[in-house]
C-alpha cells in the first residue's frame, strides 16, 4: 500500500509539473503567435502609409506645376503672383496690389 501511495505521488507530482510545462509552452507559443500578428499588421500599416507618401508627393508636384502654370498664363495678361511661403501677392497691370495669407484650414 506504501508502495501504491509513493506512486500516486510521484504520477500526480509528474501529471501537474507537466501541466504547468505545457501551459508555459503554449503561452509563450501564444505569444509569440500575436507578436508576429502585430508585426505583420504594422509592416502592412507601413507600406500603406508610404505609398499614400509616394501618392501625396506627386500631387504636391502637380498642384505646385498647376501653380506654376496658372502664374505665367496671368503673367501674360498683366497679372503678376508671387508665393513666398504663406503669402500671396497679386500685382495688376495698372500698379494695384493685394496682399494675402494663405490660412491652413482642415478638409473634412
Same mark, same amino acid.
Not at 1 to 17: E, G, H, P, Q, R
Given at each position: 500500500?506504501?508502495? %501504491?501511495?509513493?506512486?500516486?505521488?510521484?504520477?500526480?507530482?509528474?501529471?501537474?509539473l507537466?501541466?504547468?510545462?505545457? %501551459?508555459? %509552452?503554449s %503561452?509563450?507559443?501564444?505569444?509569440?503567435?500575436?507578436?508576429? /500578428?502585430?508585426?505583420?499588421?504594422?509592416?502592412?500599416?507601413?507600406?500603406?502609409? /508610404?505609398?499614400?507618401?509616394?501618392?501625396?508627393?506627386?500631387?504636391?508636384? /502637380?498642384?505646385?506645376?498647376?501653380?506654376?502654370?496658372?502664374? /505665367?498664363?496671368?503673367?501674360?495678361?498683366?497679372?503678376?503672383?508671387?508665393i513666398?511661403?504663406d503669402?500671396?501677392?497679386?500685382?495688376?497691370?495698372?500698379?494695384?496690389?493685394?496682399?494675402?495669407?494663405?490660412?491652413?484650414?482642415?478638409?473634412?
Amino acid at each position: 500500500m506504501y508502495d %501504491f501511495n509513493v506512486i500516486n505521488a510521484i504520477l500526480s507530482i509528474a501529471i501537474i509539473l507537466g501541466g504547468i510545462a505545457a %501551459f508555459r %509552452f503554449s %503561452f509563450k507559443r501564444t505569444v509569440a503567435e500575436v507578436q508576429e /500578428r502585430v508585426i505583420n499588421a504594422l509592416e502592412t500599416e507601413l507600406n500603406d502609409i /508610404r505609398a499614400q507618401l509616394t501618392e501625396v508627393k506627386m500631387e504636391n508636384i /502637380r498642384l505646385n506645376q498647376t501653380i506654376d502654370a496658372i502664374c /505665367r498664363a496671368l503673367a501674360k495678361s498683366g497679372v503678376y503672383i508671387t508665393i513666398q511661403g504663406d503669402i500671396i501677392t497679386i500685382e495688376n497691370k495698372d500698379g494695384s496690389i493685394h496682399v494675402t495669407r494663405i490660412t491652413e484650414t482642415e478638409e473634412h
